[in-house]
């Protein structure tokens, strides 16, 4: 299994974060797909392979905790690694998070190779017993 | 619906009926009313809140936007962002308020502050955002530098250059995309400054940025930095024939156009070359001419792959007239033979 195989779907409404998920991923050699709020991810979800999920919370429309819960409810996406990335730092929004099933929660702004670390770790890509580059996430 | 019956429905009906009572709300205006309307975009129905931020786009005012803003401390994230959604296009009713939450103690608001100033769409906003600049919470001042980028004003540029030389390269990245999205020729000058001390891995994204930009001021310097820096020289020549391409196309030929349509054909001399980019380079070469450059085009020429060759034939029969005899008579015994080639497999 190569990182190249490998399919990102993100979900955020700023187009700036697209581009700035796409350039910290680029050195793992990730595809990415993108969508721009909860309603438009499950789209591409149902119609593309995708191997894990970066979702930000505050979303119009369909927000970051509703979409993880829609896609937690069916059942051949429950092991679908899926990173909350958001600006949301307070302990009620990261349990929000994690009761709807996302794997990882990280406040923005992580750092790129922190973002890189998270996500092949997720995928099984990488000694996840090494130590985090650029300090742990929450 | 009367109007008691449609409060009634809204706050005890199912989700269809909720949705009906509180789009048939919008033709009230009083108070009360328009509480109960703010109050459903926090209903646990999306349809719902939908039709509540609907109702509020054709009927809110001011005292609308004054019943939105406290809902943007809601904990539920769908109520928070669609009060942020609406007070973005509502917010010019009371700016005042707006503009007042970038004064807030809570982060949080303070990034709502600078998401709905952006969203306004109006460059009488970008003081607000200047301010937020300097704020101590870096989540903070990467949303208000995204908001100037939406905004789009040229004064803001002196204001988000130092951000392109910050220490945390998310928000240099936001400040990349910020100034790309500003037009005039200062933005594309603060992009072009930034490339020779940018970290390497980001100068692509910079010299994307100054094509998106599109100042034709940055077309001369920008295939400059095609020498100096090797690692954005394809980034380059890819934007000089995209984006900027009509700003080339607008310059006379000269100095200028024989230096990049050698870094054009020195791209055709690649090992593996893929068909898409090679069919850039030659369609590019074919418009800003170039004859020193025929001997390239038509080496593609001769590679046999069809897209390619479909490419390289208009531009050498543009090039021949310009060419040494020799060369001409070259290109026409190339084109002659693959006619006959593609007669004799027809």
Redesign the interface.
Known sequence: VTATSKTILLIDD???VH??LQ?ALK?AGVGTLTASDGKEGLEVLGREAVDLIIVD??????????FVRSVRAMPERQELPIIMLT??R?D??MK?AYDAGVDMYLV?????PVIRYKVLSLLGLQDVGNEAPGGAAP | MNRESALRTLSDGDTQSRRVAVRALGQWNDPETLTAIVGALNDHSRDVQEAASDTLLEVGDSRAVQLLVPLLRSDSPSGRNFARLVLERLGKADPQLIIGLSHDPDPRMRIFCSNILGGMCDHDFAPALHHLLKDSDVNVRDAAIVALGRLGASESVPRLAPFLATEEPWVRFSAIDALSKIPGPEAGAALLASIPTMESELREAVVDAIGQQGSPSSVEPLLEFCDRYPEVKRAVLRVLSGPLKPAVLARPPGPFTERLSAALAAELDRPALDDRWTMTVLEMLGAIGGAAQAPAVLKALRTGLPKVVAAAIPVLIRLQPAVDRALAAEIRESLSLLNAGRKERS
């Not at chain 1, 919370?57 to 509703?66: A, L, Y």
């Open positions: 700023s187009q700036t581009r700035m350039w050195p919370m505050n979303m119009p429309g369909m927000d970051g905790v509703e600006t949301e307070r009620q929004d929000l923005k702004p992580s750092s790129p």
